[in-house]
T-cell receptor, first 114, second 114 residues
Framework: EPEVTQTPSHQVTQMGQEVILRCVPI?????FYWYRQILGQKVEFLVS????????KSEIFDDQFSVERPDGSNFTLKIRSTKLEDSAMYFC????????????FGPGTRLLVL | DAKTTQPNSMESNEEEPVHLPCNHS???????IHWYRQLPSQGPEYVIH???SNVNNRMASLAIAEDRKSSTLILHRATLRDAAVYYC???????????????FGKGTHLIIQP
């Protein structure tokens, strides 16, 4: 069964450093998403991406964040200058289209900012 | 997305049915009722969704009240692998201008006793 994959599974970085989290969505899906989950808290929507541009973003997704689909398979989330509060689990998801009901989530990348 | 209310936790025995309730008294006519679950250390996983009629799939059943102000996710025979946090989420349909991102609450932590 097709699945969303994410790399790396864990990333440790120093505050102020840039990180890039990578995702490979399911191949025939057109909508891509990033969510985050701070330890012990809710899963929070960050951004959705369609047709090579941001479709929707939450208040959390500020100028420190950016997303890109650099090629036909990868979908990336870049945090330009990490802060301690960026430590969280980051989940990528994809769906066939915006109005397809099901979003398929990857296993997540655990980011720790020191 | 309209708000949902779920119990913080529930406990059940293995091999027995589990009924997970969700209240959504402010649901609108264009809101679909979705259930996702999150197993320990994994990303959220789609379980089932419906609009008005009860729904069945290989994972679970969804019973929707006639006034749609509440719903129940039914796991017919719980196994240890069903231990997870279960989220009840309302999603506005396309015709209602639905948002891209899923709005997760705290969900119900389902504990399965062997």
């Amino acid at each position: 069964e097709p699945e969303v994959t994410q790399t790396p599974s864990h990333q440790v970085t120093q505050m102020g450093q840039e990180v890039i989290l990578r995702c490979v969505p399911i191949s025939n899906h057109l909508y891509f998403y990033w969510y985050r989950q701070i330890l012990g808290q809710k899963v929070e929507f960050l951004v959705s991406f369609y047709n090579n541009e941001i479709s929707e973003k939450s208040e959390i997704f500020d100028d420190q964040f950016s997303v890109e689909r650099p090629d036909g398979s990868n979908f990336t989330l870049k945090i330009r200058s990490t802060k301690l509060e960026d430590s969280a689990m980051y989940f990528c998801a994809s769906s066939v289209d915006r109005f397809e009901e099901t979003q398929y989530f990857g296993p997540g990348t655990r980011l720790l900012v020191l | 997305d309209a708000k949902t209310t779920q119990p913080n936790s529930m406990e059940s025995n293995e091999e027995e049915p589990v009924h997970l309730p969700c209240n959504h008294s402010t649901i609108s006519g264009t809101d679909y009722i979705h259930w996702y679950r999150q197993l320990p250390s994994q990303g959220p996983e789609y379980v089932i969704h419906g609009l008005t009629s009860n729904v069945n799939n290989r994972m679970a059943s969804l019973a929707i009240a006639e006034d749609r102000k509440s719903s129940t996710l039914i796991l017919h025979r719980a196994t240890l692998r069903d231990a997870a946090v279960y989220y009840c989420i309302l999603r506005e349909a396309y015709s209602g201008g639905g948002a891209d991102g899923l709005t997760f609450g705290k969900g119900t932590h389902l504990i399965i006793q062997p």
